[in-house]
């Protein structure tokens, strides 16, 4: 074998590559950005918890008791209930992870020498928060309760007994059942990896083919060419989202607390945001395999950033945000939000409107970017 012809193809490999800018950029940002981006937004350690605290006893004690959660850093107060309903309502929109609940006779149990027990209620459709909420607080509260009993029983010479007990109690997901927190986020993902990527391939491989040269030349205007190319891609997206939704009932036994139709009506902006993104790509590449990088490059933040595998309140504020930027950010509230907590349309108007201002946005991107590249 002469070794010198497979260095010669080699070094026309390396030309050709360093001809292909976008994919010579993909192969230097790629592992950069995923570095640095995941590195430091990744993170199991579950702290800023959203905290609701229904104060029935409006004390000084009372109020004291949750200043030392905030403090923690564990928890962050974002409401006062004002009753049950309030909490049921925080925690089934998704406002709050975590409800505390501290009884009406809180202060005056105390000071006459009573055990008195504070209710801690968590979202268990995030089984991810529900250990570090508890474990937190049960130290907390047992620190509490161990100074207030050294100092009284060395003042009156009390019998042991404990001062402050815990209750926590989980709801939506009492057993904490990894596959019902697992199965509703796959249909974001799946429906995201699936849009994306087939959206921006059917563009590509009709450049390549030279067939969307014809249709454009075709008296077919550039928005109905357009709606005709993402139509069988919702079809597609709806069957999916289906299919999961069944098999996850009957093979994983996940329930569906809420309502379907308004699943259905809240998922079309979703799919919609991700056709356009693969529309946008599309008029990026000029291949397929650059379509399909391009892809990847895109879902895989999703998937990490989105709260889908790593809890979102872990995340530093700065991935957050872009975080929030990502359709299947919302999507995944949503999702969660009807099927496993029953929310309804009050609970999910902010997502709804967030879902619809991306939507806006890459379908101005994707429309502009697409006429010069008809032009």
């Known amino acids: 074998m002469n070794l010198s012809r497979p260095l010669v193809i080699a070094l026309k490999e390396l030309r050709q590559l360093r001809r292909d800018r976008l994919t010579m950029a993909m192969m230097i940002a790629l592992p950069i950005i995923q570095l640095l981006l995941f590195g430091y937004a990744i993170n199991n350690d579950v702290r800023h918890i959203p905290t609701v605290i229904y104060d029935q006893d409006r004390s000084a004690s009372s109020r004291d008791l949750a200043q030392s959660l905030r403090a923690t850093g564990f928890y962050d107060l ?18 709050a992870k975590v409800a505390v609940i501290i009884p009406t006779s809180f202060e005056r149990d105390l ?18 928060t529900v250990a570090s909420a508890t474990n937190t607080a049960a130290s907390l509260i047992a620190a ?41 986020g796959l249909v974001g993902v799946i429906l995201t990896m699936t849009m994306v990527m087939l959206t921006a391939m059917a563009i590509a491989r009709e450049r390549e083919r030279g067939t969307l040269e014809q249709l454009i030349v075709s008296p077919v205007k550039s928005v109905e060419l357009i709606i005709g190319k993402i139509l069988p891609f919702i079809v597609i997206g709806y069957l999916q989202m289906t299919l999961i939704l069944l098999l996850g009932r009957f093979v994983f036994d996940v329930p569906v607390v809420g309502s379907l139709p308004l699943l259905y009506l809240l998922s079309l902006l979703f799919i919609a945001a991700n056709l356009a993104l693969g529309l946008f790509f599309s008029t990026l590449a000029q291949t397929q395999q650059q379509a399909m990088q391009m892809s990847f490059f895109f879902i895989l933040p999703n998937i990490l950033l989105s709260g889908f595998m790593f809890p979102f309140e872990a995340m530093p504020q700065p991935a957050q945000w872009i975080a929030e930027a990502l359709p299947l950010t919302h999507f995944l509230r949503v999702v969660r939000g009807i099927v496993l907590r029953g929310a309804g349309l009050d ?10 201002a ?18």
Do not use: C
């Open 358 to 375: 991306i939507l806006g946005v890459l379908v101005l991107l994707a429309s502009l970017r697409f006429r010069k590249k008809l032009g």
């Open 144 to 184: 509490r309760s161990g100074r207030l009993l050294i100092e009284r029983m060395a003042a009156s010479g009390l019998a042991p007994y404990e001062p402050i007990r815990l209750e926590p109690s989980t709801w939506y997901n009492p057993d904490l059942r990894t596959a019902i927190y697992i199965v509703p």
């Open 78 to 95: 974002v409401g006062q209930a004002e009753s049950y309903a309030d909490v049921d309502r925080a925690l089934r929109s998704s406002t």
């Open 111 to 128: 000071v006459r020498h009573h055990p008195t027990t504070v209710r801690l209620v968590l979202d268990g459709s995030d089984p991810q």
């Open 347 to 356: 609970d999910l108007t902010q997502e709804a409107w967030q879902m619809a």
